[in-house]
């Protein structure tokens, strides 16, 4: 399910930190920043966070040990981390997907994800977001925020971690009022499934919908 840059950010660590022509910036043990209103290339460091401004555009961004904030307005192909979350502000537009190993994914009023936003560990929450390639975890809540479209559907994943029998408690899935989930919700595991009675959403399988009024299901 994750593709992570796992393999490319560990020969990182032998190389010496580099801006290329293009605007490619390689770093160990250091964080990248983006100034408002500027463009980049492809983004990488170990041991470091990328924080992209707003208004701006880099080609991508990828991190291990680190967590990546994209400033509102700002455009981007794809973004990836391994331990680290990703916080896109509103308005961001991503033309691919978003993927984190061990990291919450959260993405702000309008911002709009082309791909498939995926996690193993970490919530997702969507703040009136447009998610074009559907929602994948294994272990994280998810919460499909008011007024929010997620084209592809939703699947929860078993969990296979040997740490994790008789002891994993149940993800939490929220629906939230006039939200649009087009496509199937499959999950493999139990989860809580929580639906406004104002939302839309394909068939489900592995879970029993239940529905709520008002803003929030009861805690």
Not at 19 to 28: E, N, W
Not at 117 to 122: R, Y
Not at 206 to 212: E, I, S, V
Request: charged fraction near 15%; avoid cysteine.
């Amino acid at each position: 399910m994750i593709r992570p840059a796992l393999t490319l950010m560990l020969a990182l660590a032998f190389a010496v930190p580099a801006l290329a022509d293009d605007g490619d910036v390689d770093k160990v043990n250091g964080s990248i920043q983006v100034a408002d209103g500027t463009s980049a290339g492809k983004l990488s460091t170990v041991n470091g966070g990328i924080h992209v401004g707003m208004h701006s555009h880099a080609r991508s961004a990828e991190t291990v040990n680190g967590g990546i904030d994209v400033g509102d307005g700002a455009t981007l192909d794809s973004l990836e981390t391994v331990n680290g979350g990703l916080h896109l502000g509103s308005g961001v537009k991503i033309a691919k997907g978003v993927t984190a190993v061990n990291g919450s994914i959260t993405a702000g009023n309008a911002a709009d994800i082309s791909g498939k936003v995926e996690n193993v560990n970490g919530g997702i929450k969507l703040d009136a977001a447009h998610v074009g390639g559907g929602i994948q975890t294994v272990n994280g809540d998810i919460t499909v925020g008011a007024n929010s479209h997620v084209e592809g559907g939703i699947f929860i994943d078993e969990n296979h971690s040997l740490f994790s029998w008789g002891t994993s408690r149940k993800p939490r899935v929220v629906i939230g009022p006039h939200a649009v989930v087009q496509g199937k919700l499959t999950f493999k595991r139990d989860v809580e499934l929580y639906v406004s009675d104002s939302a839309t959403i394909g068939p489900v399988e592995g879970a029993t919908p239940q529905k709520f009024s008002g803003d929030q299901p009861p805690q």
